[in-house]
């Protein structure tokens, strides 16, 4: 059977000129504000051992902005040669990273506006021919889904900040509980997995190949906190049998009792989010648990967690035309009716929001909202070949990473696709991390 994925049409020079521009002013100015609601000293403070400083962030956003756009794309000569090791992320874990002798908040300002100036002259002639770095913009495109990354990764930063409240959004739109069904059957067959059309794909999400998938039910919705609040309630985290072993020694060597910014004050649950304790809302995702917190819900509920292939053919596949779809509500670019994404709100939406989202099978939020826990190791596709670095996807491939799929309310629009893959260890919780469920259908 021959791959089927919709195509992308075909853009001229100036429709690629304009979308990467949006991209890359998009991306710039949420970093702009991500570095300028605090004061430098919490730039250049190391909150985890987990996270880079946030000025650390900057400039190496800059640095690969000129790395790849001005050196590789333009063939200009570096700029500031000697701080490429310093933001090399392979050369310095984020532990380490306080103690370079890292530009100071303002240089690091003036260095990544100086790289933006000139990369902005650079797209204003660039005629996306030639190799495959240029071809359709890739470039810009890599640069501006890598900002939005760390745009991410500092949103991470914000909230484990014990400080007070830097940032505010407005909340998700009220939406009238979900009435809708618990879980929708995905019928077996075959589905295009993965893309080889879309042009600002990564390489770990190539080539497009078929995978054929037995039947299964998934939830509609993510696991909201109400129901993690049952498998709490119930000794989940006491209970050793709902645990893989590996998971078991993590929570009982951690004192895992919750997930992470949770706590209880008498009866009630509250979370710390952004600066603020709050009442932590029944009706949201889940969000800040671990892979072997989800796995342990899985198990507790009687079901498990999707493979990557299950997650992504209930998020693409439209079974009357036997096509997989760029998102599940079609092949259009996500507006705020489909999902929630980019930071526009600071936190998930309730379950069974965003109608118009939802996939040919009726599952919903399967983009934005929570990064979704997958049973799946971090693995290449058949036919993977690297592009244009190994450090991007190769060097990660293996069993010590479990994927994820879908995106979060911090993911910028650019680096979130039905296709999009990301992968983190299975302990961690620091990340916008929820999940949804799964059964096979001979379960029924």
């Known amino acids: 059977?021959?791959?089927?994925?919709?195509?992308?049409?075909?853009?001229?020079?100036?429709?690629?000129?304009?979308?990467?521009?949006?991209?890359?002013?998009?991306?710039?100015?949420?970093t702009t504000l991500l570095t300028s609601c605090v004061e430098d000293p919490d730039l250049t403070a190391q909150v985890s051992p987990l996270m880079s400083p946030l000025v650390w962030d900057l400039a190496h956003i800059g640095n690969q902005e000129e790395l790849w756009l001005l050196r590789a794309v333009g063939g200009r000569e570096a700029m500031r040669p000697e701080i490429d090791g310093l933001y090399d992320a392979f050369e310095h874990p984020r532990s380490e990273r306080p103690s370079l002798p890292l530009l100071a908040p303002?240089?690091?300002?003036?260095?990544?506006?100086?790289v933006r100036g000139r990369?902005?002259?650079?797209?204003?002639g660039a005629d996306f021919e030639g190799d495959r770095l240029t071809e359709s913009g890739f470039a810009f495109g890599m640069i501006a889904q890598h900002e939005q990354q760390h745009d991410e990764t500092m949103l991470i930063t914000h909230q484990l900040r014990t400080g007070p409240q830097a940032l505010t959004a407005p909340d998700p739109d009220p939406s009238p509980p979900f009435t809708g069904p618990a879980e929708v059957l995905v019928p077996g067959g075959p589905f295009t997995m993965g893309t080889s059309t879309e042009p600002w794909a990564l390489d770990n999400e190539r080539p497009a190949h078929v995978r054929e998938v037995a039947p299964y039910w998934i939830d509609t919705t993510p696991v909201t906190n109400a129901a993690y609040q049952e498998f709490i309630e119930d000794g989940g985290y006491d209970t050793e049998r709902w645990w893989s072993p590996e998971g078991w020694a993590?929570?009982?060597?951690?004192?895992?009792?919750?997930?992470?910014?949770?706590?209880?004050?008498?009866?009630?649950?509250?979370r710390r989010r952004f600066g603020v304790t709050e009442p932590v809302p029944p009706d949201e995702p889940v969000l800040h648990v671990s892979w072997y917190e989800a796995d342990a819900y899985a198990r507790w509920a009687g079901r498990r967690l999707p493979t990557e292939a299950e997650w992504e053919k209930a998020a693409r596949h439209d079974p009357d035309t036997g096509r997989s779809r760029r998102f599940p509500w079609g092949d259009d670019d996500p507006t705020a009716a489909h999902a929630?994404?980019?930071?526009?709100?600071?936190?998930?939406a309730p379950a069974g929001s965003y109608p118009a989202g939802e996939s040919p099978y009726g599952v919903r939020q399967l983009i934005g909202d929570v990064w979704e826990w997958t049973s799946s190791d971090f693995l290449p596709y058949p036919g993977f070949t690297v592009f244009p670095y190994k450090e991007y996807s190769e060097v990660f491939f293996g069993p010590e990473y479990k994927v994820l799929r879908g995106g979060s309310f911090a993911v910028?629009?650019?680096a979130c696709r039905g296709t999009f893959r990301n992968w983190d260890y299975p302990?961690?919780?620091?990340?916008?991390?929820?999940?949804?469920?799964?059964?096979?259908?001979?379960?029924?």
């Open 340 to 348: 929630n994404l980019g930071q526009r709100h600071l936190r998930p």
């Open 106 to 114: 303002e240089e690091a300002r003036a260095y990544a506006a100086e």
């Open 412 to 414: 910028g629009q650019v």
């Open 1 to 30: 059977m021959t791959a089927q994925e919709t195509g992308t049409p075909e853009a001229g020079p100036e429709t690629l000129r304009a979308r990467a521009l949006a991209s890359l002013v998009t991306a710039r100015t949420r």
């Open 427 to 444: 302990i961690r919780r620091q990340i916008f991390s929820g999940f949804r469920t799964a059964r096979d259908a001979e379960s029924a």
């Open 250 to 270: 993590h929570i009982r060597q951690h004192s895992v009792t919750a997930p992470l910014y949770w706590h209880r004050d008498g009866g009630q649950w509250l």
């Open 119 to 124: 990369v902005l002259d650079l797209l204003e």
